[in-house]
Nanobody
Framework: QVQLGESGGGLVQPGGSLRVSCTAS????????MRWYRQAPGQQRELVAE???????DYARSVKGRFTISRDSAKKMVYLEMTRLQAEDTGVYYC???????????????WGQGTQVIVSS
């Protein structure tokens, strides 16, 4: 069984910084793309950033230049460093990963349960 567990959310003032982390655990052969999504109250879940197993990254236009995604493949972790946070960044942040459990298995997508980030004074 594979699990993704997020941590590091919390309350931060506008203009502040926060780092959220996600750890993949269980039987995992290979992790391909890892992503961070967020969902604000009353809105659809949106892709914030993604990183490939080769280190290629992509960001939503709204966070480019403020957020940085990184990963530690050996630890099966992905991070999202968030700076210059704004009220609009408030939401539940979800970790997502495309991975194979076994070498002969199909690639599947897994989700974490999310961590709350609140940007407010």
């Amino acid at each position: 069984q594979v699990q993704l567990g997020e941590s590091g959310g919390g309350l931060v003032q506008p203009g502040g910084s926060l780092r959220v982390s996600c750890t993949a655990s269980g039987t995992i052969f290979k992790i391909y793309v890892m992503r961070w999504y967020r969902q604000a109250p009353g809105q659809q879940r949106e892709l914030v950033a993604e990183i490939t197993n080769e280190g290629g990254t992509d960001y939503a236009r709204s966070v480019k230049g403020r957020f940085t995604i990184s990963r530690d493949s050996a630890k099966k972790m992905v991070y999202l460093e968030m700076t210059r946070l704004q009220a609009e960044d408030t939401g539940v942040y979800y970790c997502n990963a495309d991975l194979q459990r076994l070498s002969w298995a199909s690639m599947l997508t897994y989700w974490g349960q999310g961590t709350q980030v609140i940007v407010s004074s």
